[in-house]
């Protein structure tokens, strides 16, 4: 009676704890999908009583807040959104918790996530350390009027032969490039900005070209002459085909551009199709249209992969609840919810919803974008190595080394990295 | 006379000169905080529709008043506790030689570091104390930001003419703290204003400090409004909005403080 | 040396007293986090593994000697500082020349120059890249407009160090202002009186007395110009991160990548460590020179 009468009392007691108001804090980045899920919170404040302060920071400071936070034995976020280049570092590191059990008993279902999400950011060396939150993996952004209208349809047929429509391989597409640019307009508008913009714009050019990052031994081969030519015409498409300056544009600086309407194509993550027809910051609104980046052949393509990852950190306060927090954010309804208000989807179910698709007739688009995207190599040094890598890519740029110089170097630091790493023998 | 006059235009010239090159950008930004987006970097530059919904949306969807709040706070509160400590240090190094250089040195060495490397150690002590480092903390650590510069700054107005002026004093029975404080602090005020003022705005501008050791209700407004910079762009617009929101009240509070910069930038005007 | 005076031990212990609420002050805050520094520069401490079990003596301070990408880094600070130091100092001290002598309108003036001081260096950085957008922005456009080329502000190499030069001066100028018009106030009026009666010239005026007056206030006005120069990271972040190429790597920026991005926090150390004795060694010159005026 007495056993009874206590555990029961302790129930209560836990009970009571629990919903007492208990507090989730998650650092995120202003991403539109941020949004959304703010707009979705009560909902599940209501339904468990456990408040979530969402703290918004800028991508550029989100590293360096949370380094010492995971570095120290108990930080003050509950759950964190991983970028998918920090996830090797943080793996290494052991600053996230390993979800498998949890999904296991809660029964959580993965399967619904497009595969290359979980590589990238769900699943490291067979353990689940995180559920693909958001994707942002690059495109082609172009200009459907431009690509209708009957003066330059003409034109293009007597200059080239060809029709003038959708680019299906890399050279179709720099043959566009050239030819739009003309009358104070340019083909294309480049992110050359040190060092995330350039290098993951070029690592799109990259697989355009059929070249690859390493082998399958973690040996750099991003310097092979697909990669050397792929610089090439990054730095031909920069300096001649685009606007004065590009090479220090970030993704604000080259969107403006484009959505201004003087250049007819801009390579970038998929999240701006929807910032082309926002009427408050784009002169094109219903007239730019995203696709993969076409590769060598119609059948490949150059895209490159991106996405964020929600985890729970080691030193996180209240894991259980961050815990109950992700369930309820990566639910079907809830991520269906968040795709219906224009968040980026990381899970077929939602890619080939019907009202989803109804309301958003590009996710079909962004559906084959993904799927045939390439990843960037991700380990431990990832950021020191894109780092570098938009260094040397800048240096070429700016004419102070030749492609094949920058790349050399780049390729000579990383197979220096990924021997540190121990993955490359 | 006419020279005079001449003299007067020139000088008028270079300030209205140097104050138009101040406050071009700034007006440029007034009239983008008036528009959106698109007519912020449409060329030639239209008119557009002009409205205050730019600043409207900075007050209600960002949390634009809790870190204008904290940004306050933490600078009228960091000047407010380091001035005194600092003028005091000054004045003994000044006065006395106390520690000599080698003790000026020490201190002012510690704002010669990187704070990127001071950080992450300063972060964990936080931690330890406190168990979610927040506005206190950034508040200590702009303390000791400001300390060295103030202190350094001031030196050089305890100077001679001040030390005569306490000798008269003390030889009329003051003890060396009421010379200090009745004699030697009226007397070098332009200093001490300009060295409080200073402090205050490197508290008000400093980002590294109030990012790591904040949180999310001790937002400052140097990493609120960094967050403007979203992975979709820069909410230019917004952006110029809050920018002129934060300015003004601290330039409209300023005037306040005009009874002793004008006494201070007064005593010049005998050259 | 006479025995030690009443007076001069009391004076001693006041001046103490006077120090110590600053002193504990700093201490209590900075004092572990300089000293942990220090002492990790001498480890191999990686935040991906932190841990003191690879003791590297001075291997840290040797890479960094020997790294290329840092010393190019220094070189460009140094330019930079120069460049940004310079240039303000003359510009604020003939503003605060003309903003002391200036009749009406002071408090006008003054609160204009003080706008750029209170928007923080990421506002100022991301508003100027607004404007200097080569295609987009009013600069260009106003150029244009009498007929020259669109500038490639932030684009070209060399380009990119002007411009960062030029809006860390629209930022920063009004800092030199502040300091020298304060210590222009506190200058004694006799020396002036004396100086006009004997019939000096304004040009007389200023060199013989208001210069070396003033070389107190200015030397130290130079000095923290100079530690906040070199320490110039958020502008460089915003509008160029170092870029194009490495025309723009100021060191602080680059030791910020060496212990956030790289996580090679013994390093970062290290080239801190170096950083702290070239600004030491600055500041001694300058502070003995300080001495001498006011013995």
Known sequence: MKKYMLSSLSALALTAVAAHAETVNILMEAVPDTTYIQELLPEFEEATGIDVNLEVVNYAEMHTKLVPQLVSNSGSYSAIVVDFYWVGEFFKAGWMQPLDDRIAADGFDTSVYVPAMMDLVGQVEGTTYMLPFYNYAMGLLYRTDLLEDEANKTAYMDAFGTELKKPETWDEYLQQVRFFTKDGSYGVVNQGLRPDPIAMEWSNYLFAKGGEFIDDGWHATFNSPEGVAALEDY?????????????????????NVFSQGQAYSYITYNFF???????????IVGKGEIMGVPGQTPEEGGSLNGAWGWAIPKSSPNPDAAWEFLKWVESPEIAKKRALLGGSATRLDVFDDAEVIAKYPQTTALKELLLGSHNFPTFTYTPQFVEVLGRELSLAVSGEKSAQEALDAAAAEFDELAIKDGRQE | MKLARLDGLV?????????????????WVLRVSLTDKLTAYRLPPEIGQIGLHNFVEVLTQYDFTRWFGNSVFVAVLATAISLPAAAMMAYATARYRTGGWPLMMMVLSSQMIPPIVLVLPMFLVFTTLMPVPGIIAITIAHVAINLPFMAWIMISFFDEDTRSLEEAARCDGATRWQAFTRVTIPVAMPGIIAAGLLGFILSWNEFLYALILGNHSS???????ASLETHAGVNIAPLAAATLLALAPVLILLPFLQKYLIKGLSLGALK | M?????????????????TAPGLVLLAAVVLFPIVWAGITSFFNYSLIFPGYDDFAGLGNYAKAADDGEFLHSAWITLLFVVAVVGIQFVAGFVVALMLNDARRGKTVYYLILLCPL??????????????????LGIVNWLLGSVGIEPVNWLGAPDMAFWTVVLVDIWHQVSFMVVLLLA??????????????????????????????????????????????AIKTYDIIYIMTRGGPGVATDLISYFIYRRAFVSLDLGEACAMAAMLLIVIAGLTAVLWRSMRQVQD
Not at chain 1, 273 to 281: F, H, L, M, N
Not at chain 3, 196 to 214: E, K, S, Y
């Open chain 1, 235 to 255: 730095i031909t498409n920069l300096n001649d085909y685009g606007p004065v300056g590009a090479a220090s544009f970030s993704f604000d600086e080259a969107f």
């Open chain 1, 273 to 283: 199709r929807a910032a082309v027809d926002d009427a408050s910051g784009s002169a």
């Open chain 2, 11 to 27: 000088r008028h010239l270079i300030l209205a000169g140097f104050s138009a090159s101040i406050a071009l950008p700034l007006l």
């Open chain 2, 219 to 225: 937002q400052t407004l140097a990493v609120g409004l």
């Open chain 3, 2 to 18: 006479a025995h030690v005076t009443t007076m001069e031990r009391e004076n001693r212990r006041f001046g103490w007293l006077l």
């Open chain 3, 118 to 135: 209170l928007i923080n260096p990421v506002v100022v950085g991301l508003m100027w890249r607004m404007i200097l957008h080569p295609t």
């Open chain 3, 183 to 228: 210590g222009l106030s506190a200058l004694p009026a006799e020396p002036y009186e004396a100086a006009r009666v004997d019939g000096a010239t304004p040009f007389q005026r200023f060199w013989h007395i208001t210069l070396p007056m003033m070389k107190p206030v200015i030397v130290v006005t130079l000095l923290i110009r100079m530690i906040f």
